[in-house]
């Protein structure tokens, strides 16, 4: 028998596991069996239509992302069991930084094993005390734990509401450097920052902008570059981060792109890049060969587009309320959080797969399913799914048409 208090413990996490279960806020795990893609296979053995991953572009099953990994497991093998600067840096993790550099407009790069970490690792290295971080509401959980680490003063606008930022760039109005932050586009409500507001602010207070733009490297702007080209900002943003784990192939990795001198002293100091592994060869060759695909054609973002245009159009037609916008994240509005879960089950139950969204998470009164659309849906696979929300509108008399 353990000591009392270590048992203490474990009936703390036992009761506390229970209130989430409680509360309806219990998070559980869906099996896949198949690759991810526009459908899937669940261990129950349906299969289902996906409207829920980050595969904006199609690729993370595709079969030319598994053949470029391959690829680049055989030049570079498996791993480095290195940190990048022991012996952890391979021909292929520079080329990629080049080309991220390239893509984005920006004069150098840095890899992460994920965006949370290039996040994490961003604010610490280059701001202090005398410094603030001005960052939007709503910004991504590891932008808020980055700007937790540094000793820079913390300050919040509120979300994408341009006149509260100028208040608290006036309210910091002392500090040696001011940071803008924001996420590039809102993970809830598919939002685009407006960036060249932003940008004009910047200006006018001498402050620095940086943005996260994981759900916009890619495919957002007409190349694909994010939504500093949607917005005609290119190089008037200072930092761009982003995700190699969602339209660029799906597998994992982030990255910090900015100025030379800002990646020289993220190289020198940034933790999560000092004190954990290289991303893997196999990664950072196939994110090379995508990015290489996506400055050759148009192809999968004009399908992206057209995908999302399509969608958008056809569930306002049915009568549902959507979020309004351009963004492949769409929004469809229930309000009610018991419904929103009643629904998403039976549009599971229908063969289609999305999430539904409730308080915490999104504000009260505002639950939602969030439909994700990729360049892989075929057309075919659009009408079923919007069939099928045409059903379960129905039976929950949800539609007025
Ligand atoms: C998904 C996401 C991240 C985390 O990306 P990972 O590479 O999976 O760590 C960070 N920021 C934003 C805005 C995201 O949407």
């Known amino acids: 028998m353990a000591p009392a208090a270590k048992m203490h413990f474990y009936a703390e996490l036992d009761d506390a596991l229970r209130g989430l279960r409680d509360q309806g806020l219990f998070k559980s795990e869906r099996v896949i069996v198949s690759r991810q893609g526009s459908e899937v296979v669940c261990d129950d053995g ?8 980050n595969n904006y572009l199609g690729l993370s099953g595709d079969e030319t992302m598994a053949q470029a990994a391959i ?13 990048r600067f022991i012996c952890g840096t391979q021909t292929v993790h520079k080329q990629l930084e080049r080309a991220l550099a390239d893509f984005l407009g920006m004069e150098d790069a840095i890899l992460y094993a994920a965006a949370f970490d290039a996040n994490g690792g961003l604010f610490e290295p280059l701001f202090d005390e005398r410094d603030a971080v001005i960052s939007d509401a709503l ?43 924001t996420d590039g586009v809102f993970s809830m409500d598919g939002t685009i920052a407006q960036l060249d507001k932003i940008c004009d602010l910047a200006d006018k207070y ?45 597998a994992m990795g982030g990255f910090t792109a ?24 196999a990664i950072a060759g196939a994110s090379l060969s995508v990015l290489q695909r996506l400055s050759a054609s148009s192809e999968l973002r004009d399908r992206l587009h057209a995908n999302t245009a399509y969608f958008r159009d056809a569930i306002g037609k049915l009568g549902f309320t959507i ?31 999305v999430t539904g969204f409730f308080y915490p ?8 399913v969030r439909v994700q659309i990729s360049a892989a849906h075929t057309q075919d696979q659009l009408d079923r799914a919007l069939e099928a929300f045409a059903q379960v509108g129905d039976e929950l008399s949800l539609l007025y048409r």
């Open 46 to 53: 349906r299969t289902l239509i996906n409207l829920c991953a």
């Open 258 to 281: 900015a100025r030379r001198e800002v990646i020289d002293m993220l190289r020198q100091k940034s933790r999560p890049y000092l004190f954990s592994n290289t991303l893997a060869p």
């Open 206 to 250: 001498g402050a620095l902008v940086m943005v996260d733009d994981s759900h916009a490297t890619g495919f957002m702007g007409t190349t694909g570059r994010g939504t500093h080209e949607l917005h005609g900002v290119m190089g008037r943003v200072d930092i761009v981060t982003g995700t190699l784990g969602k339209a660029l192939g799906g």
């Open 323 to 353: 979020k309004p916008g351009t963004h492949p994240i769409v929004p469809v509005m229930l309000f009610d959080a018991p419904l929103a879960q009643q629904f998403a089950r039976r549009l599971y139950e229908l063969g289609v797969l």
């Open 71 to 83: 690829h680049a497991i055989k030049q570079y093998g498996y791993g480095l069991s290195s940190v």
């Open 361 to 368: 998470v999104v504000p009260m009164g505002q639950a939602r």
């Open 139 to 181: 910004n991504h959980a590891s932008i808020i734990d980055g700007i937790r680490l540094c000793k820079a003063d913390r300050l919040r606008y509120q979300h994408n509401d341009m006149a509260d930022l100028e208040a608290q760039l006036q309210a910091a109005a002392g500090k040696r450097h001011r940071l803008i932050v």
